[in-house]
């Protein structure tokens, strides 16, 4: 009776409701739900609080930024359920303003780019065409038949170190659920407009550190580290966290550098690691519990350029627990 007075509370305001309903649509920030209801952003926050308490929202925050997010399903839909059937109109108005919104997501994350142009080319000039390597990606995680993989099931898929979202654009497809996860606020907000625009209502990107996955033990059947291992300062711990999560069966793969000596990406590009051998990342990956193997290799275009990098995909999956027969034979 308790819980159900605290949701009853809740919905007796209008603004509340309106921003109930707003952010089943998509996430929001605090500050985008006050430029929609015309509200001070205290304001805001107070209605947000008496929301979460009741368990229909729930509040990230990440940098200066909190986002708003539905709550429970077992406690919002049956909400949102009532709101349909009793009013169906409900929010048209807030919903034509969030269009607004959007369209400002649209022009900041084109900003963004415009200024950030130089360094984004630079980074991706330093090895082979990113199709090809997105082409590795797909087929390296593609259906195993003897590992009794389902047709285009990549399960519960986490992109770590997500950026702008592109794996989750490609990858996402095929999960059943999806989940970015990045340190930064900026390349959270970027991701969030692709996925949007990619019209994955599945997918949801949240802000967190590769050294702490926000995932239980086992909760996720598919992790992809790219390009970000090379920033780790210890990467060991990084591949032994992504392998907790893992469920039985589940797949974790890394894309990154071959070894090279391009010491000046220390600084131009803030790479702690120069790359990574097939020994290092194997390694890493059977001391975390993981059946190890190469997936890819793809060469530089120019193998007599020492200043070329080429690209390896290394492919670990979690094994099946043995089952007490076994364990007793």
């Known amino acids: 009776m308790k819980a159900l007075l605290s949701i009853f509370r809740a919905l007796a305001d209008p603004s509340r409701v309106r921003i109930l309903l707003l952010v089943r649509r998509m996430e929001l920030s605090v500050g985008e739900l006050a430029a929609v209801l015309a509200q001070s952003q205290p304001r ?46 409900a929010g048209e108005a807030d919903q034509a303003r969030l269009a607004v919104v959007r369209a400002e997501r649209a022009a900041a994350a084109d900003a ?31 259906p195993d038949d003897d590992a009794g993989d389902a047709a285009a099931d990549l399960g519960v898929l986490v992109d770590v170190g997500t950026g702008t979202g592109r794996m989750i654009e490609l990858l996402g497809p095929q999960a059943r659920a999806a989940l970015g996860i990045d340190r930064s606020p900026e390349m959270l907000r970027l991701a969030r407009g692709r996925i949007e625009a990619s019209g994955l209502a599945h997918a949801e990107v949240r802000r967190g550190d590769m050294y702490a996955l926000p995932r239980a033990d086992g909760s996720v059947d598919t992790v992809v ?25 589940g797949r974790l793969l890394v894309v990154d550098f071959m070894p090279h000596g391009r010491e000046e990406l220390r600084v131009q590009q803030r790479h702690v690691r120069l790359g990574f ?52 034979a």
Request: aromatic share 6%.
């Open 44 to 89: 805001v926050s107070r209605h947000i609080r008496i929301l979460a308490d009741a368990g229909l929202v729930q509040r990230a925050k990440e940098g200066a930024w909190v986002f708003v997010r539905l709550g429970d399903a077992a406690i919002s839909a049956p909400v949102l359920a009532a709101v349909d059937a009793l009013a169906a109109d």
């Open 112 to 142: 963004w780019f415009a200024t950030h142009a130089a360094d984004w080319d630079r980074e991706r000039a330093l090895h082979i065409a990113e199709s090809d390597v997105e082409a590795a990606i797909a087929a390296a995680l593609a």
């Open 225 to 249: 580290l790219h390009q970000v291992l090379h920033f780790a300062d210890d990467p060991a711990a990084v591949i032994a966290e992504l392998a907790r999560v893992l469920a039985p069966g």
């Open 277 to 328: 051998g097939d020994e290092q990342v194997c390694g890493w990956m059977t001391a975390a519990g993981l059946e190890a193997r190469v997936a890819r290799r793809l060469p530089p275009p120019d193998a007599d350029n020492l200043r070329a990098l080429g690209v390896t995909l290394w492919l670990g999956r979690r094994l099946p627990v043995p089952s007490m027969e076994r364990k007793a």
